[in-house]
């Protein structure tokens, strides 16, 4: 099956600071999703994005599925941004989804 | 749109018990998804709907694992037999196929189980 990796598996920030996560998969994919799992467990979709470019407030994506990656952009990070990102891709465009391990953000004060 | 409700939010059986949980999916959403996630890891696919239809199931998924969606809206996800492998966060999501450009996931808050 396709295989997921994220990278860093942990970053810590202090608030204010940017930041980028990364996303790569070992297969085409026409799904491709970034979550936010807060410190209660609730999964958060952020982004839907199979190839191109979002934007939405601090958080932006990119996904360049030629080359099998997608990165997450957080800008001016906050507290409230600490928990862990998912990355998940599919075949379809509503399919299943495979997870990646995540990378655990801390923000500091 | 109340979102994805799930229910209970906790759940705690012995050993050889079977438990049900349900899951109700924001409404215009013709497609219903189970997954379940274990302490450090990412959400392991289980099975999904469309409408009513099962159209797959995990080969991860014992013969103990049975989902069903009767008419297309709520699901219901049960486990026989329970065993302490089984305790783990089940975790419900809900999309949409057509008419929408966003075919992301909404999950619900999920129903923890622990088997003891």
């Known amino acids: 099956g396709i295989q997921v990796e994220q990278s860093p598996p942990d970053l810590i920030l202090q608030e204010g600071a940017n930041s980028t996560l990364r996303c790569n998969f070992s297969?085409?994919?026409?799904?491709l999703q970034w979550f936010h799992q807060n410190p209660w467990g609730q999964l958060i979709n952020l982004f839907y994005?199979?190839?191109g470019t979002k934007q939405n407030g601090r958080l932006s994506a990119t996904t360049v599925a030629t080359e099998r990656y997608s990165l997450l952009y957080i800008s001016s990070s906050q507290t409230t941004d600490s928990g862990v990102y998912f990355c998940?891709?599919?075949?379809?465009?509503?399919?299943?989804?495979?997870f990646g391990t995540g990378t655990r953000l801390q923000v500091t004060l | 749109d109340t979102g994805v409700s799930q229910d209970p939010r906790h759940k705690i059986t012995k050993r050889g018990q079977n438990v049900t949980f349900r899951c109700d999916p924001i409404?215009?959403?013709?497609?219903l998804y189970w997954y379940r996630q274990t302490l450090g890891q990412g959400p392991e696919f289980l099975t999904y709907?469309?409408?009513?239809?099962?159209?797959?199931k995990s080969r991860l998924l014992s013969d103990r694992f049975s989902a069903e969606r009767p008419k297309g809206s709520f699901s219901t996800l049960e486990i026989q037999r329970t065993e302490q492998g089984d305790s783990a966060m089940y975790l419900c999501?809900?999309?949409?196929?057509?008419?929408?450009?966003?075919?992301?996931?909404?999950f619900g808050s999920g129903t923890r189980l622990t088997v003891v």
């Open positions: 994005i199979p190839s």
């Open positions: 999501a809900s999309s949409a196929t057509t008419g929408r450009a966003n075919y992301g996931y909404t």
């Open positions: 409404s215009e959403h013709n497609r």
């Open positions: 709907f469309q409408n009513e239809a099962q159209l797959e």
């Open positions: 998940a891709v599919g075949g379809g465009t509503a399919s299943k989804l495979t």
């Open positions: 297969d085409s994919v026409n799904n």
